[in-house]
T-cell receptor, first 115, second 112 residues
Framework: DVKVTQSSRYLVKRTGEKVFLECVQD?????MFWYRQDPGLGLRLIYF???????EKGDIPEGYSVSREKKERFSLILESASTNQTSMYLC??????????????FGNGTRLTVT | GNSVTQMEGPVTLSEEAFLTINCTYT??????LFWYVQYPGEGLQLLLK?????DKGSNKGFEATYRKETTSFHLEKGSVQVSDSAVYFC???????????FGTGTRLTIIP
């Protein structure tokens, strides 16, 4: 089974802090994604990556950046955390070949609270 | 662009009731359609999928049929259980674009 592991289940940070959310997948997937999940808004794509050192903006990239130095690891960075970034963050991965049958595998999420 | 519209929740049903969660979509071409489920405290899991018109996806007693004429992919289950309590997301993807478009999710609660 594909395993997508997010390093923290819960995080509490202060406004203005730099925050790192880490995600690792063990199935050699090319594609990795960061979403945030908010009630009534569903899942919104922040950033994604099709390959090492490659990144693309999603629908709501403002206030975030990402890093993909190795194929299995995709990090989300909040440069200066703000209270409106309090949310559930979900990492996902998918293969390039056969993705239409198994499009996304998700981690269990990191619930971030910014105070 | 692509969009997915789900019925608003929350939905509360008694055990063994019939379930329908509506999903309609807007997309160019011929998208693949999916239902994902999120159990409490967990990430999303793929529940079922359909990749072309008239396909029926099924899993764990849930079914959904890809209806191109009505651009719909409604989720149904004949007899729900307490363990089906979760948030359900409808989603689509177009060939050549691996980004999924999700609906807003429908929270389902089943009471004994």
């Amino acid at each position: 089974d594909v395993k997508v592991t997010q390093s923290s289940r819960y995080l509490v940070k202060r406004t203005g802090e730099k925050v790192f959310l880490e995600c690792v997948q063990d199935m050699d997937h090319e594609n990795m994604f960061w979403y945030r999940q908010d009630p009534g808004l569903g899942l919104r794509l922040i950033y994604f990556s099709y390959d090492v050192k490659m990144k693309e903006k999603g629908d709501i990239p403002e206030g975030y950046s990402v890093s993909r130095e190795k194929k299995e690891r995709f990090s989300l960075i909040l440069e200066s955390a703000s209270t409106n970034q309090t949310s559930m963050y979900l990492c996902a991965s998918s293969p390039t070949a056969g993705w239409e049958n198994s499009p996304l595998h998700f981690g269990n999420g990191t619930r971030l609270t910014v105070t | 662009g692509n969009s997915v519209t789900q019925m608003e929740g929350p939905v509360t049903l008694s055990e063994e009731a019939f379930l329908t969660i509506n999903c309609t979509y807007t997309a160019t071409g011929y998208p693949s359609l999916f239902w994902y489920v999120q159990y409490p405290g967990e990430g999303l899991q793929l529940l079922l999928k359909a990749t072309k018109a008239d396909d029926k996806g099924s899993n764990k007693g849930f079914e959904a049929t890809y209806r191109k004429e009505t651009t719909s992919f409604h989720l149904e289950k004949g007899s729900v259980q307490v363990s089906d309590s979760a948030v359900y997301f409808c989603a689509l993807v177009n060939f050549g674009n691996e980004k999924l478009t999700f609906g807003t999710g429908t929270r389902l609660t089943i009471i004994p």
